[in-house]
């Protein structure tokens, strides 16, 4: 059974809908403790990075241990930057820090009309091996909404240029991070859950 | 890069897909989970659902549409149409809509743009403004068009952005449902005015009115319903015209 973590942010429906489409089972744990039996975890979420300080330190421990001990974990969105340090957007709230670096303010760049939020489909630039994106061919356009972005570091499997260029996709041992939207990005999309649910196996 | 959206429109009534001509002269269009799943195959961005009866017979009607659009596509589905308090948005996400598009309601209660931002964040709200041109502006439109709002549309835009709209969605009356082309000035003037995305839409009838709205115009995203509906033109041609243009597009 896969966890899907609820921590009241917006709306899950549609990463429901694609899990259910790839027949996956998933549940939504009521607790902590729950999710240290998951089979896998997945943090979804949307808006502002303040929403996950309703994951308290009982959520950050019983999620850091269950990772810990070897179980995948997948960031979407607002969830990928949870699993950072920090970020700008709120930086009274702590992240997982599963992976190091911190979330910053996107930039937008009037002269060439490029907006914040970066709203829209746009290319993957992948960087290396991955599991998560095994399958994909370059330049694979996917579906993102946002304003703050992490950092090209190590653990980033694909990056994306807007008026800057940030990281779209992050990998580490069995830790996943998306900041894009896999569950609206069509069947690009689905075949990154699929690659997921591959690695859960 | 990022790139520039197609968009399709689904004007939804009694469960049914109509399309008019300047917001009058309804006509039938088909079924929306049909004509959604043709929409995915050919390439479509998003999908906007728009209830135009939007009264409370037909708001259970709605949620089965937007759950059977859902339930066809993995792509945005924003729903509009009467939404007029937090409980009517909640009852479109709840039924699969990834945004929600507020027009009279916005203009009545502009603090209901905040109060949907801050439960769904900002880019889940996107506000819908529909507009005619006037001596020396942009005159906004409610209620379907029939109600001078005595807004200038630039100023609305401005002002909806600043309240944490996520994304305008500016129809024009003139051009819509005409195939006459996108309003470009119309388009390019609220584009330049706000740093949120600008959705174009009304006049879409060939591919160089894409063009026209994604260059002239400014425009972030456009959005048609007729040519797509009928099957006139199909998503992929256009944006094969669009990238020969020199417009990325995603294909």
Redesign the interface.
Known sequence: MIALVDYG???L??VR??LT?LGAEFTTPGSPDQCRTARALIVPG???FDATSALGPDWHSAIRETVRAGVPLLGICVGMQWLFEGSDEAPDVAGLGAITGRIARLE?D?RR???????????LDLRGPSRLLSGLSAGS?V?F??SYAAPVTSACVAST??ATTFASAVEQENVFGVQF?P?????V??RILQNFLDVCR | MLTKRVIACMDVRDGQVVKGVQFQQLRHAGDPAELARRYNVEGIDEIVVLDITATLETRQALARTINAVAHEIFLPLTVGGGIRSEEDAAAAVEAGADKVSLNTAALRQPELITTLARRYGSQAVIVAIDAKRREGGFAVYVRSGTTDAARDAVAWAREAEDRGAGEILLTSMDRDGTKSGFDCEMTAAVSTAVNIPVIASGGAGTFDHFTDVFTRGCADAALAASIFHYAESSVTDLKLHLRAQGIPVRL
């Open positions: 942010a917006g709306n429906t549609s809908k694609a489409a949307v808006g502002h937008g009037a009309r490029l907006k914040i939020p970066h709203v829209g489909w746009n290319a356009q579906y909404t946002h240029t807007h939207h569950e609206k990005s069509g069947d999309g689905l």
